[in-house]
C-alpha cells in the first residue's frame, strides 16, 4: 500500500519558520519525484516545490528564496523548510508522489500519489 505521510504542520507568527516532513512508504522512493503543494481555502491547490528522483529542485514564485527541499532516499523522507512565513502562506500542505515527470514538476497532474496534507497557519 503506497502511503505518503506528511507532518509539521502547526501555528507559526508571521516571520517564523516551519519545516514540514513527508514519509513516504510503499513504492519504490528512488524512482519517484517529490513535490509540496499546498492549497488555501477556496484557492486551487498550487505546486510549492518538487525534489525530482535526479536532485533536481523546482521551487515556485510565491515561495522562492524562502523554502529550501531536501530528501533523504535513505529513510524515504522529504523536507520542505519554511522562512519567513506570510499569512498568505496559510493553507494545507500536501505531499506527492510521481513517475516520469518532465515539465510538469509543480504541476497537480503530474503526480501520482498523495497524502492526506497538514495544516500551517500563519498569524500576523
Known amino acids: 500500500e503506497v502511503q505518503l ?8 507568527q ?13 513504492f519504490t522512493f528512488d524512482d519517484y519525484s517529490i513535490g509540496w503543494f499546498r492549497q488555501a481555502p477556496g484557492k486551487e491547490r498550487e505546486g510549492v516545490s518538487c525534489r525530482s528522483a535526479d536532485g533536481s529542485t523546482y521551487v515556485g514564485d510565491s515561495v522562492k ?20 512565513l506570510k499569512s498568505e502562506d496559510t493553507a494545507i500542505y500536501y505531499c506527492a508522489a510521481g513517475s516520469g515527470l518532465s515539465n510538469d514538476y509543480l504541476s497537480v497532474g503530474g503526480y501520482d500519489y498523495w497524502g492526506q496534507g497538514t495544516l500551517v497557519t500563519v498569524s500576523s
Open 5 to 12: 505521510q506528511a507532518s509539521g504542520g502547526g501555528l507559526v
Open 14 to 26: 508571521a516571520g517564523g519558520s516551519l519545516t514540514l516532513s513527508c514519509v513516504a512508504s510503499g
Open 65 to 84: 528564496g524562502r523554502i529550501t527541499i531536501s530528501r533523504d532516499n535513505d529513510d524515504s523522507t522529504v523536507y520542505l523548510l519554511m522562512n519567513s
